[in-house]
């Protein structure tokens, strides 16, 4: 049995929209880019510079809302 555990960090402005859904796609990505590795291991950090790109072009996409 495996237990991952993802957490993130945001700082934003408590009124900010979307959140939910920002973070919703960060999931996706991490789903995606990180769990899908099959050399990843779960207490390892993130390394893997196609997720921080897609994760700074989210963050830069919704910062141009």
Request: negative net charge; charged residues 30%.
């Amino acid at each position: 049995v495996c237990v991952c555990v993802f957490s993130v960090t945001l700082a934003a402005d408590p009124d900010s929209r979307h959140l939910d859904a920002v973070l919703r796609e960060v999931y996706v990505l991490y789903s995606d880019y990180v769990l899908k590795n099959p050399f990843y291991e779960s207490d390892m950090p993130i390394q893997c510079e196609r997720f921080d790109e897609r994760v700074q072009r989210l963050a830069a996409d919704y910062n141009g809302r």
